[in-house]
């Protein structure tokens, strides 16, 4: 990684796409700290997550809007959200910042939640009229969603609004440094985006759909069995393969041996 013309090395790469535009987000606030502070990043085009830190450090931003926009497919059939997981876990140590998901108000009975965007406080009185957008994804599903990012090994990190996120990525970045002092500190590496190119991508990727089976996983269960094929039908021998526990297995035969009861509203049928 090139260094600065006072020969210093950036511990921290910062996505360019995330400094761009008037508002401000957790990353420009994260920015304005690390200056404070003089700490040492550089602002670059990242194909993986939106920040790197050093000891395999690898955060992606989404706020709850941008969260539920990114479960919609892509031209090949799979959610934008699926592919980056995928891709975030091809580091050591993956989180996925949601800005402003402790500040939503859940609203089950509507299937909603409303995200605030803007509040400013009453004149003289003290109320405060805080302005929202209505997100269109049922409180329940999103915990599930959030839920489902966890057990893929990914840390969540919750933040209120984009100054207090700004700080829990202020805290993981420093911590990160910290635990290398003494150790050789490892820098940020900028890793490409694997995409589903050969056969061995997409066998990893459909074993990798398994719940608490990231891609690091998968791998070791297809160099264990050889193909997918022979994964589904051999559930039992999963716990013999290093890092597959019981929860998993579990799981997995769960969402094999289950039937399939759609929640999707069903289709009005064409009229004649």
């Known amino acids: 990684m090139q260094s600065d013309l006072f020969g210093n090395i950036p511990e921290i790469v910062i996505d360019i796409h995330e400094t761009g535009g008037k508002r401000m987000n957790a990353v420009k606030h994260l920015m304005s700290m690390l200056d404070k502070e003089q700490i040492t990043y550089t602002i670059e085009k990242i194909p993986i997550g939106d920040i790197l830190g050093t000891d395999g450090i690898a955060i992606e931003r989404k706020t709850v809007s941008d969260l539920v926009n990114t479960l919609k497919g892509s031209s090949s059939g799979v959610p934008r959200l699926t592919k980056q997981m995928d891709a975030l876990l091809e580091y050591e140590k993956p989180y996925l910042l949601i800005e402003n998901i402790l500040s939503i108000r859940r609203d089950p009975m509507k299937k909603c939640v409303y995200v605030p965007f803007s509040s400013k406080k009453t004149k003289d009185k003290g109320y405060f009229v805080t302005l929202e957008r209505a997100s269109y994804i049922h409180p329940s599903s999103l915990d599930a969603l959030i839920e489902s990012v966890q057990e893929r090994g990914i840390t969540i990190i919750k933040g209120f609004n984009a100054l207090h996120s700004a700080g829990l990525l202020y805290g993981i970045l420093e911590s990160g440094k910290k635990k290398q002092k003494g150790k050789g500190q490892r820098l940020p590496v900028i890793r490409t985006r694997k995409g589903l190119e050969s056969m061995a991508d997409e066998q990893e990727f459909f074993v990798a759909g398994f719940p608490s089976v990231n891609v690091v996983r998968a791998r070791?269960?297809?160099?264990?069995?050889?193909?997918?094929?022979?994964?589904?039908?051999?559930t039992d021998e999963w716990a013999?393969?290093?890092?597959?526990?019981?929860?998993?297995?579990?799981s997995a035969k769960k969402l094999l041996y289950s039937?399939?009861?759609?929640?999707?509203?069903?289709?009005?049928?064409?009229k004649q």
């Open 220 to 234: 070791s269960l297809l160099h264990r069995f050889g193909s997918p094929m022979e994964i589904l039908t051999r």
């Open 240 to 250: 013999e393969v290093p890092g597959i526990g019981p929860k998993t297995v579990a």
């Open 259 to 270: 039937d399939y009861v759609s929640t999707a509203p069903k289709e009005k049928e064409e």
